[in-house]
């Protein structure tokens, strides 16, 4: 079945440090994959996503490739702030599945001044 | 704001309660989703509804049930509830179809149950 396997985490970087988060999937059909990000009391938020192979995502000084060769995913920053500790989840939906969204198990960065 | 109203944000219930948390999903979107984010097992699926029918099930108890109701907004009950059961309860949208995966979930800011 589908799933998606992130680095795992914690992770604390200094302030200004480059930035990157592993994420794989497996999938029947040809997926969207997507980057949620949490706020510490927040729900899930959106950063980016991808639709289609080459495709690549970016928001906010963050960007992922989707890489059909690797099945691959990695979230990237190249200079990260504070502002930017929070949970990160990589996600897919297959419409091969239904509508339904399968989820990493989150990755906690922490980003130190 | 995303548009996701979930109530309410914070609620303290003692074991063997029952409780409903509530959900509207955002304007135009006919599907619901609800999760459960606990710090030991991540977000869990509990299930999805779409217009009013339930869609499929993931790994949601059986003291657990959800409904749909004509106005599209969701409740999720909670019964017989019990320590393990504290957790922060996600409802999430979406539009019907290819939207889904062209433009993801938009999630509620979540309720956060405590169990005493």
């Known amino acids: 079945g589908d799933s998606v396997t992130q680095m795992e985490g914690p992770v604390t970087l200094s302030e200004e440090a480059f930035l990157t988060i592993n994420c794989t999937y497996t999938a029947t059909g040809y997926p969207s994959l997507f980057w949620y990000v949490q706020y510490p009391g927040e729900g899930l938020q959106l950063l980016l996503k991808a639709t289609k192979a080459d495709d690549k995502g970016s928001n906010k000084g963050f960007e992922a490739t989707y890489r059909k060769e690797t099945t691959s995913f990695h979230l990237e920053k190249g200079s990260v702030q504070v502002s930017d500790s929070a949970v990160y989840f990589c996600?897919?939906?297959?419409?091969?599945?239904?509508?339904?969204?399968?989820f990493g198990t989150g990755t906690s960065l922490t980003v130190i001044p | 704001d995303s548009g996701v109203t979930q109530t309410p944000k914070h609620l303290i219930t003692a074991t063997g309660q029952r409780v409903t948390l509530r959900c509207s999903p955002r304007?135009?979107?006919?599907?619901v989703y609800w999760y459960q984010q606990s710090l030991d097992q991540g977000l869990q699926f509990l299930i999805h509804y779409y217009n009013g029918e339930e869609r499929a099930k993931g790994n949601i108890l059986e003291r657990f049930s959800a409904q749909q109701f004509p106005d599209l907004h969701s409740e999720l009950n909670l019964s017989s509830l019990e320590l393990g059961d504290s957790a922060l309860y996600f409802c999430?949208?979406?539009?019907?179809?290819?939207?889904?995966?062209?433009?993801?979930?938009?999630f509620g800011s979540g309720t956060r149950l405590t169990v005493v």
């Open positions: 999430a949208s979406s539009v019907a179809g290819q939207g889904l995966v062209t433009y993801g979930y938009t």
């Open positions: 304007s135009g979107d006919l599907s």
């Open positions: 996600a897919l939906s297959d419409q091969n599945t239904g509508n339904q969204f399968y």
